[in-house]
């Protein structure tokens, strides 16, 4: 005969049980019993913060913070409920009070090392970066050895574009728990970010030997492939991924890029359809589903878009655009403009400047330049060729609307390759440009209508059309050239090269 546990009405007996379930991990049993122990007491204070606590392993937030507070309004100093509450409000996405609970856990402890790493997660959460490093450099002051904090400081360095300090940070954690496969999944980010592909793939794959079963080192090591033109690879990882988690948006979404690359229409289609339904970035999925031929297209790329595209690939967009698509419109276009106007004395502006390629050939001909791009990372880059006067993250629509008569010449390539109707673009240059300046851009060429989302995901724009904004925008056309941008997939992307004057 089985004896079923007897039973007691006594709160210290079904504490010390359920403690003893707790310590095994059996979470709703302990919880059960606990709850029980404070039926009959309700301000028995272990068991209210034993119950807060097994709450939050069976990812009850609401629960474990309704508990949190009935132990402080037992004890208000209590640092470790304070921590705990902080970490509850946190998985309730409640930053700003997360951070003012763990305020109070450290201003009753101040040497509480999880406090102030958990701190940093909170800042972190709210994109305060600077001061999570800050965070959980006190952590790490406190408690040298605490590689949790020390992968947590990766992150935050990482987030300042700081990626070398971060794999030291990650390498620091990695020594102290050489099994720790989150470390080794964010250092693979980090070489990445470093455009040392190979040498992340090899970090994603060490993760793995730890935590086979990890979705998201999974996905980032199918990104690792990607970058390194390994498709079928990077399409297997993804899959594996997604079998473990179905919801990772980001997952179906890449795998859909590798499929659209590979010309794999229908397989692209359906894996962007689920990128959508799993919460994915509707504009962006929409936006290729539309250069598909599925979706109706919209009139510019979504920024944000534009923006990820080239922060993400900034670190090797030099090596991918003249090494392998064997890109020459910068060259091009100058040849054209050089012929026409005096070195040395213009002012001039660059639009979707990136990393500088395009500024570097017309620094000559500039008193000065100007460039300005979405990309933080890509104007990281231009930056430190040090040739631009003034550099601007933004939208260039947006700025061109305060440049009133500022430029003698506005040059741009392959930037209108993300906007349909340059009918915005056409008249905050016209209004930028002073008394005879020049406007002079590429374009891929559309023979068929105004213009067209090719399955590129690019724009390409006719002649007509061309030669009807600037005359409606008050522009002569002095010449348009034909030309090859760059190669593509193996074939010579054709496009044209324009000089427009103001009349």
Same mark, same amino acid.
């Given at each position: 005969?089985?004896?079923?546990?007897?039973?007691?009405?006594?709160?210290?007996?079904?504490?010390?049980?359920?403690?003893?379930?707790?310590?095994?991990?059996?979470?709703?049993?302990?919880?059960?019993? *606990?709850?029980? &122990? %404070?039926?009959?007491?309700? /301000?028995? $204070?272990?068991? @209210?913060?034993?119950? =807060?606590?097994? !709450?939050?392993?069976?990812?009850?937030?609401?629960?474990?913070?309704?508990?949190?507070?009935?132990?402080?309004?037992?004890?208000?100093?209590?640092?470790?409920?304070?921590?705990?509450?902080?970490?509850?409000?946190?998985?309730?996405?409640?930053?700003?009070?997360?951070?003012?609970?763990?305020?109070?856990?450290?201003?009753?402890?101040?040497?509480?090392?999880?406090?102030?790493?958990?701190?940093?997660?909170?800042?972190?959460?709210?994109?305060?970066?600077?001061?999570?490093?800050?965070?959980?450099?006190?952590?790490?002051?406190?408690?040298?050895?605490?590689?949790?904090?020390?992968?947590?400081?990766?992150?935050?360095?990482?987030?300042?574009?700081?990626?070398?300090?971060?794999?030291?940070?990650?390498?620091?954690?990695?020594?102290?728990?050489?099994? *720790?496969?989150? &470390? %080794?999944?964010?250092?693979? /980010?980090? $070489?990445?970010? @470093?455009?040392?592909? =190979?040498?992340? !793939?090899?970090?994603?794959?060490?993760?793995?030997?730890?935590?086979?079963?990890?979705?998201?080192?999974?996905?980032?090591?199918?990104?690792?492939?990607?970058?390194?033109?390994?498709?079928?690879?990077?399409?297997?990882?993804?899959?594996?991924?997604?079998?473990?988690?179905?919801?990772?948006?980001?997952?179906?979404?890449?795998?859909?890029?590798?499929?659209?690359?590979?010309?794999?229409?229908?397989?692209?289609?359906?894996?962007?359809?689920?990128?959508?339904?799993?919460?994915?970035?509707?504009?962006?999925?929409?936006?290729?589903?539309?250069?598909?031929?599925?979706?109706?297209?919209?009139?510019?790329?979504?920024?944000?878009?534009?923006?990820?595209?080239?922060?993400?690939?900034?670190?090797?967009?030099?090596?991918?655009?003249?090494?392998?698509?064997?890109?020459? &419109?910068?060259?091009?276009?100058?040849?054209?403009?050089?012929?026409?106007?005096?070195?040395?004395?213009?002012?001039?502006?660059?639009?979707?400047?990136?990393?500088?390629?395009?500024?570097?050939?017309?620094?000559?001909?500039?008193?000065?330049?100007?460039?300005?791009?979405?990309?933080?990372?890509?104007?990281?880059?231009?930056?430190?060729?040090?040739?631009?006067?003034?550099?601007?993250?933004?939208?260039?629509?947006?700025?061109?609307?305060?440049?009133?008569?500022?430029?003698?010449?506005?040059?741009?390539?392959?930037?209108?390759?993300?906007?349909?109707?340059?009918?915005?673009?056409?008249?905050?240059?016209?209004?930028?440009?002073?008394?005879?300046?020049?406007?002079?851009?590429?374009?891929?060429?559309?023979?068929?209508?105004?213009?067209?989302?090719?399955?590129?995901?690019?724009?390409?724009?006719?002649?007509?059309?061309?030669?009807?904004?600037?005359?409606?925008?008050?522009?002569?056309?002095?010449?348009?050239?034909?030309?090859?941008?760059?190669?593509?997939?193996?074939?010579?992307?054709?496009?044209?090269?324009?000089?427009?004057?103001?009349?």
């Amino acid at each position: 005969m089985i004896n079923s546990p007897r039973k007691t009405s006594d709160p210290t007996e079904l504490f010390r049980r359920a403690a003893d379930l707790h310590r095994n991990g059996n979470f709703t049993a302990a919880a059960s019993l *606990y709850l029980q &122990a %404070l039926k009959l007491s309700p /301000n028995f $204070l272990p068991a @209210l913060l034993s119950y =807060a606590v097994v !709450l939050q392993a069976l990812n009850r937030p609401a629960e474990a913070l309704a508990s949190y507070d009935e132990a402080l309004a037992i004890n208000p100093r209590n640092p470790g409920a304070l921590y705990n509450r902080g970490n509850a409000l946190r998985d309730l996405n409640r930053a700003d009070e997360a951070i003012a609970s763990y305020d109070r856990a450290l201003a009753i402890k101040p040497v509480f090392p999880e406090a102030h790493n958990n701190r940093g997660n909170a800042l972190r959460d709210l994109n305060c970066i600077g001061e999570a490093l800050v965070s959980y450099n006190k952590a790490l002051a406190i408690k040298p050895d605490y590689a949790v904090a020390l992968n947590n400081r990766g992150n935050a360095l990482r987030d300042l574009n700081r990626a070398d300090e971060a794999i030291a940070s990650y390498d620091r954690a990695l020594r102290l728990k050489p099994t *720790y496969a989150d &470390a %080794l999944h964010n250092r693979g /980010n980090a $070489l990445r970010d @470093l455009n040392l592909i =190979a040498e992340a !793939l090899a970090s994603f794959d060490e993760a793995l030997t730890i935590n086979p079963s990890d979705a998201n080192t999974l996905y980032s090591r199918g990104n690792a492939l990607r970058a390194l033109e390994r498709p079928t690879e990077a399409l297997v990882s993804y899959d594996d991924a997604l079998r473990i988690n179905p919801g990772l948006a980001e997952a179906w979404h890449d795998q859909a890029r590798v499929l659209h690359e590979l010309s794999r229409r229908e397989e692209a289609i359906t894996a962007y359809r689920q990128a959508l339904v799993q919460g994915g970035d509707a504009e962006t999925i929409q936006y290729a589903l539309a250069s598909l031929g599925v979706e109706a297209a919209p009139l510019a790329a979504p920024m944000e878009f534009v923006t990820n595209l080239f922060d993400q690939c900034a670190a090797r967009f030099e090596e991918l655009l003249i090494g392998k698509l064997k890109y020459q &419109a910068p060259e091009l276009l100058f040849d054209l403009v050089a012929r026409y106007v005096p070195a040395g004395n213009l002012d001039i502006l660059d639009l979707g400047c990136g990393t500088g390629l395009l500024g570097a050939r017309f620094h000559p001909l500039a008193r000065t330049l100007t460039g300005v791009d979405l990309s933080a990372n890509m104007l990281e880059l231009a930056r430190k060729r040090q040739i631009y006067d003034n550099l601007i993250c933004g939208e260039l629509v947006e700025f061109l609307k305060g440049q009133a008569k500022r430029f003698d010449l506005v040059v741009a390539t392959d930037v209108f390759i993300y906007i349909g109707d340059l009918s915005q673009v056409f008249q905050g240059v016209r209004g930028a440009l002073r008394e005879r300046g020049l406007f002079c851009f590429s374009v891929e060429a559309s023979e068929e209508q105004d213009f067209v989302l090719t399955a590129a995901c690019r724009y390409a724009h006719s002649i007509a059309y061309l030669q009807t904004l600037a005359e409606v925008h008050g522009f002569v056309l002095d010449m348009i050239d034909s030309g090859v941008l760059r190669e593509q997939a193996g074939s010579d992307v054709g496009g044209y090269f324009v000089m427009l004057r103001c009349a």
